[in-house]
């Protein structure tokens, strides 16, 4: 499966805890390059649907998650259509959030905390161009992997992207290894970014 906010499958490094502890606003996932120079924090929040909010992408699309909801709620809507469900105290939240009313809640404890979708040939990006975007707010940076997004369904060796962030420091993980280590983080809000051209890989916080 896909998880966000903690692992799907094992550990990235055994013994450690993988969960996240913070807020999630936003998290899209789209089958291209949609930054080819210097990375932009977007003055607006990641739109919706089509054409109001001029996104020329959204065919490429293959996630949406706004986590717009009620306080408590643990309905997930996926404007693209995948189904996906809420484990441990994973919820959604009106206490804060970028833009709209809500955001996703995870608590960091228990572990099990994260939102997961079954496995689609979606988010099997081989060598192919993709964009994972996400809205997030860490609450504490714990001494742990603190997982965004998980997209390993096997073991730690896969072609499939993980964004986590550890000792303070937003990292990009595929095929069994550290591909990227970007700059250190605060506890504020920040967009990450991880996209991975043919040749190369870039991430991205502001």
């Known amino acids: 499966p896909i998880a966000i906010g903690g692992r799907n499958t094992r550990a990235l ?12 606003r936003a998290l899209r996932v789209t089958r291209w390059c949609r930054y080819f120079g210097d ?15 001029g996104d020329t992408y959204y065919g490429s699309v293959v996630s949406l998650l706004h986590f717009d909801g009620s306080d408590g709620s643990t ?6 259509g995948k189904v996906w469900t809420v484990s441990g105290a994973a919820q959604l939240d009106t206490a804060q959030a970028k833009s709209g009313n ?20 979606d988010f099997g990006f ?10 997030v707010r860490i609450t504490t940076l714990a001494p742990t992997f603190q997982i965004i997004y998980d997209g390993r369904n096997l073991g730690t060796s896969q072609a499939r992207p993980t964004v986590y962030i550890h000792l303070g420091v937003l990292k990009f993980y595929t ?32």
């Open 13 to 24: 490094n055994a013994g450690e805890r993988d969960d996240f502890d913070g807020r999630m």
């Open 39 to 53: 990375y932009s924090v977007p003055a607006l929040p990641l739109p919706k649907e089509p054409p109001t909010e």
């Open 75 to 80: 309905n997930i809507r996926d404007r693209k």
């Open 102 to 121: 809500s955001s996703l809640s995870l608590s960091g404890s228990p572990a099990t905390d994260r939102v997961s979708s079954p496995s689609h040939v």
């Open 126 to 135: 081989g060598l192919g161009d993709f964009t994972i975007e996400a809205w």
């Open 175 to 206: 095929l069994g290894a550290d591909r990227i280590t970007g700059i250190a983080m605060t506890g504020n809000v920040a967009l990450g970014v991880a996209e991975e051209l043919r040749d190369r890989v870039r991430l991205g916080v502001p």
